[in-house]
C-alpha cells in the first residue's frame, strides 16, 4: 500500500511508521513526504531517508483555497493509496478531502471525541481526566472529527506537565499509527468511500492494537 505522510513538525510519528516498516510490520511504501513548513525536521529525516518530498508552505496573508489546491494537487501527484496526517498542523480543505474520500487517517493525542484540537495534552490535563491517550481516526472536515478507528489509554500521573504527559502518549502512538496503517494495508480495517471512510474492521481477521 502506497502512503504519502503529511508533517509540519519533529517526525517522531513518520519515524516510527519508517521503523515499522523496516521491521516488516507494518505492509506500506512511503512514497512521498508533504510539509507545509520548510523547517518541519520530519522533512529533514525523509531526504536523509531518500523519500520524496514537497513543501507546500502557507503563510500569512497567502490564500488558502489556493493552497489547498495546490496542496490537493501534490498529494495526487504522489499516486498514495492512503494519506497519513502525521502531525500536520492544518485543517484540510474540500479539495483534498474530496480526491481521497476516506482514505486520510490522522493521529490525535487525545481520546477523542475528548481534547480535540491542538493542545490535547494539556487539555486533559487542565480536565482534570486520569486517563487520556492517543486516537487514530478518519479525517472529515472538521477539527479530529471523524470517524475513530483506534485509540490507546494512558494514563495521566501526579505532577504531569503537558509534555511529559504529551511525551508517553507519543511512545502509544509510535505503535498504534503503524499498526493501523498496517491493519489496512492487510485489509483488517476497511475505510468504505462509499459512506466517507467509516471503519469497518473484519472480524475474522485479528485487530491488533498495542497494549498500554
Ligand atoms: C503528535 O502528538 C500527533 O498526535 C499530533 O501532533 C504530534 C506530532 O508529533 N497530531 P510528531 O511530529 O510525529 O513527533
Known amino acids: 500500500m ?3 505522510v503529511l508533517v509540519s513538525g519533529r517526525g517522531s510519528n513518520l519515524k516510527a511508521i519508517c521503523s515499522a516498516i523496516d521491521a516488516g510490520t507494518c505492509a506500506a511504501n512511503i512514497v512521498g513526504v508533504v510539509s507545509d ?3 518541519a525536521a520530519a522533512l529533514g529525516f525523509a531526504d536523509e531517508r531518500g523519500i520524496p518530498t514537497r513543501l507546500v508552505s502557507l503563510r500569512k496573508g497567502d490564500d488558502r483555497s489556493l493552497w489547498n489546491e495546490d496542496l490537493a494537487k501534490t498529494v495526487a501527484s504522489l499516486n498514495p493509496d492512503l494519506i497519513v496526517l502525521a502531525g500536520f498542523m492544518r485543517v484540510l480543505g474540500s479539495p483534498l478531502l474530496e480526491r481521497f474520500p ?4 490522522n493521529v490525535h493525542p487525545a481520546l477523542l471525541p475528548s481534547f480535540p484540537g491542538h493542545s490535547g495534552p494539556q487539555d486533559a490535563l487542565d480536565g482534570g481526566v486520569r ?3 492517543c486516537t487514530v481516526h478518519i479525517v472529515d472536515a472538521g477539527v479530529d472529527t471523524g470517524p475513530i478507528i483506534a485509540q490507546a ?3 495521566v500521573l501526579d505532577g504531569d506537565s503537558a509534555d511529559s504527559l ?3 502518549i507519543q511512545v502509544q502512538e509510535h505503535r498504534l499509527l503503524p499498526a493501523v496503517i498496517h491493519q489496512i494495508a492487510v485489509g483488517a480495517i476497511t475505510l468504505d468511500p462509499l459512506t466517507v471512510g467509516t471503519p469497518v474492521t473484519d472480524p475474522a481477521r485479528s485487530l491488533t492494537v498495542p497494549d498500554v
Open 2 to 4: 502506497d502512503v504519502a
Open 166 to 168: 504529551h511525551a508517553r
Open 153 to 155: 489509554a494512558v494514563p
Open 131 to 133: 486517563i487520556t491517550g
Open 37 to 39: 513548513r520548510k523547517k
Open 102 to 105: 476516506g482514505r486520510i487517517i
